[in-house]
């Protein structure tokens, strides 16, 4: 049997996959995705505009960027469990604190407190107890993780809207302030548990340990473009996620039409994710991330084209645009915490994350603002920054691709 199927079916392994499935995809429901539910409200009630509100988000991201490196040491050196009980804590703090929100500071440091908790509590932490529960790749344990992740929009969007019309949007945070004291911390507290014998302060032995692929020499060139690609793909990925809407329109797409378009960017996703799911190991994943990263200027030179003659698009080609971006969206979302430890092998495994996470972080953060300016010159003028940068990205991974094979 192989070895990662084999570590798939032990009770440990089990048993800390659901459990991170089931906090992760409440931690992003009742945080970043709060925004899509009661954003109106907020507003409306604190007197603040959108863009304030919104901006939420940015603030999130931008504090997350900061201290991710910080996180991703601890988590190496705690091990993923005890800082995913200290992040618990961390995002019923941020809850309690939205909820008694009055004005722009207090709704401030809530997001700055979302932040903190978006490494302590979630991404990094997480992946780092995935590594301590098995043994071998543990690219099928975070390709269902993120298949879990990526569902929490769907899952707490109408959960949220329901709360917030019965309750209102304070006591919508308080539930979930209550449901992270308890259901959160009480399953980060048993995973610590179960998982104590693996913790990195038991060295784990050697026969245990992924090697690295990258010779010593070339490691910090590796990670450089590592990092360079993963900035450049979140700078689009997170732009494209809040402007393909407004960007269809430009191109002449009917508004309900261009919505139902976008929304096959989520399908692409799923369908991606579960190809890679089927496919486990035994595709190489440095190859599967060129053919990903390379697939994303693809699919945007049928719009640019449509763009530089004045041509409306039509909604059977913006639908089918949308679903081919998800297919590599997904793909990448599995990669940026997969090839990692691909590349590095475990050790180390946690500071890596979070050393990635800085720049993608701050890039997720200020790019939108930057590709909404430029669809604000024209269509062309945001889908020829998109493609350049994506390519430069694809060109980073090919760059990672050849210095690893030499």
């Known amino acids: 049997m192989p070895s990662d199927i084999k570590g798939f079916l032990t009770a440990p392994s089990q048993l800390t996959l659901a459990g991170l ?28 505009s959108s863009t304030f509100v919104y901006g939420g988000a940015t603030l999130m991201f931008l504090v997350g960027g900061l201290i991710a490196p910080l996180f991703g040491r601890l988590a190496d050196r705690n091990g993923g469990p005890r800082l995913l009980i ?3 804590l961390l995002h019923v703090l941020a809850l309690v604190v939205l909820s008694h929100a009055t004005g722009p500071l207090t709704y401030a440091l809530a997001w700055g407190l979302f932040g903190v908790f978006m490494h302590a509590g979630l991404a990094t932490p997480a992946y780092k107890t995935l590594t301590q529960a098995m043994r071998g790749s543990p690219r099928r344990f975070i390709t269902i993780l993120t298949l879990a992740s990526g569902l929490a929009s769907t ?17 919508t945070c308080l539930v979930y302030a209550l449901v992270a004291l308890t259901a959160s911390l009480g399953i980060h507290v048993f995973l610590a548990l179960l998982l104590r014998g693996a913790s990195p302060a038991a060295a784990a032995p050697d026969s245990d340990a992924s090697p690295s692929r990258v010779k010593p020499v070339a490691e910090r060139r590796v990670f450089t473009l590592l990092a360079l690609a993963f900035l450049l793909n979140g700078a ?60 994303v200027p693809l699919v945007f030179l049928p719009l640019l084209g449509f763009a530089m003659t004045g041509q409306a698009l039509p909604a059977w080609l913006a639908a089918a645009t949308a679903f081919l971006y998800g297919l590599p969206a997904g793909l990448k979302a599995i990669l940026r915490p997969a090839l990692p430890y691909y590349l590095f092998g475990s050790a180390g495994f946690g500071q890596h994350l979070g050393r990635l996470a800085r720049p993608v972080d701050i890039a997720s953060a200020l790019a939108p603002v930057l590709f909404g300016t430029l669809l604000a010159v024209s269509a062309g003028t945001l889908l020829i920054a998109a493609i350049a940068v994506s390519a430069a990205a694809a060109l980073a991974i090919l760059a990672i691709a050849r210095i690893v094979g030499r």
């Open 155 to 171: 899952i707490f969007w109408p959960v949220t809207g329901n709360l917030d019309a019965s309750l209102g949007w304070r006591a």
């Open 236 to 295: 689009v990925d997170t732009s494209m996620a809040l402007l393909i809407i407004d960007l269809f329109a430009k191109l002449d797409v009917a508004r309900e039409a261009g919505v139902f378009a976008a929304s096959l960017i989520g399908i692409g996703y799923l369908v991606s994710r579960l190809l890679s799911m089927a496919l486990g190991d035994r595709v190489d994943l440095l190859k599967l991330a060129v053919v990903s990263f390379a697939l």
């Open 21 to 48: 499935m089931l906090t992760q995809a409440f931690g992003w429901g009742a945080s970043l995705s709060l925004l899509g539910v009661l954003a109106t409200p907020i507003a409306a009630e604190l007197h603040l």
């Open 86 to 88: 200290a992040g618990s």
